[in-house]
């Protein structure tokens, strides 16, 4: 069941066509469909405050070995340009300067102090730009899964090791930051950055458990009367019909074009009363919820 099945159903409920006429998304006006994606992202949302868990998974990313790539810089700048591949927000060392930098959007944390010119880096895989559908990390991180790395609020970590001439090895901390992606510009979107130290000095993989965020609804997932994007709502699909269904539709039921049937109505109260129990117990056993394994990288 997608967002465009859904619509469908609530549409039905407004629609005086003769049975077995079909419901068509072109029938609905654009006011119509905004309500539609409005109580299903509102049911959604209620969905993640009540049971979080839900939204659980693990993700997991490639570590490679430190590498050298070629990048073009200028003195006293922070701009360079490179043709290789590189982690965003990953650690490098540019030749002229023995200075620790940072580079992402093909810009360097900090101005670049030796000589004009093509000149050969090292990069390191110590920082990794996390899925827009994540809101945070939500539990254990493990290098090559089987060991657990240690938690930090924030980067204090890596200016304690680098004052104290700690550099590549194998992680032992991690922490996340939010960061502007493609720079600090006005209306720019923020997202997460993994980051690791000591920075890895080979190749590897990092794994953790995640929280997504609640998606938003908006009514190009409804498609058109011939397509359908089929829109995923992150949700386990046997939770789908039982809790998400009910729930969204005794929201659209509150809105000014539903055509409220006694019978019809109490009949979905009684089916949202049954998904927020079913809510309730998933929750309990969050311990033994649905995990979803999603490579990245």
């Given at each position: 069941m997608t967002p465009r099945d859904l619509a469908l159903e609530a549409l039905s409920f407004i629609t005086a066509a003769p049975a077995g006429t079909p419901v068509l998304i072109s029938s609905a006006k654009p006011q119509m469909l905004r309500r539609i994606a409005s109580d299903l992202t509102a049911a959604l949302q209620l969905i993640y405050s009540q049971a979080p868990s839900i939204y659980r998974g693990r993700i997991g990313m490639v570590l490679d070995a430190p590498r050298t790539i070629t990048v073009n810089v200028t003195n006293k700048s922070t701009a360079i340009s490179t043709e290789d591949d590189y982690p965003e927000g990953a650690?490098?060392?540019?030749?002229?300067d023995?200075?620790?930098n940072e580079v992402a959007s093909d810009t360097l944390m900090l101005p670049y102090s030796g000589g004009t010119g093509t000149k050969a880096a090292t990069v390191w895989s110590d920082s990794f730009v996390l899925p827009s559908s994540v809101s945070r990390v939500d539990g254990s991180v493990l290098i090559n899964e089987r060991r657990l790395l240690n938690p930090k609020r924030s980067r204090a970590a890596l200016v304690a090791g680098r004052q104290a001439g700690a550099e590549g090895g194998?992680?032992?901390?991690?922490?996340?930051?939010?960061?502007f992606t493609g720079g600090p510009a006005a209306n720019?979107?923020?997202s997460l950055r993994l980051r690791l130290f000591p920075m890895p000095s080979h190749s590897g993989t990092v794994g953790m458990e995640v929280r997504y965020k609640a998606p938003k609804i908006t009514p190009a997932d409804f498609g058109n009367d011939e397509e359908d994007p089929n829109t995923p709502l992150l949700v386990p699909e046997d939770?789908?019909?039982s809790v998400v269904r009910p729930i969204f539709l005794i929201n659209w039921s509150n809105g000014p074009w539903y055509r409220r049937e006694e019978g019809n109505h109490k009949s979905l109260e009684g089916?949202?009363?049954k998904a927020m129990a079913i809510l309730q117990s998933y929750e309990l056993q969050q311990d033994s919820g649905v995990m979803r394994i999603i490579p990245y990288g």
């Open positions: 650690t490098i060392r540019i030749e002229g023995d200075v620790l194998e992680p032992r901390f991690y922490w996340v930051e939010p960061f720019q979107k923020t939770y789908i019909e089916d949202a009363q």
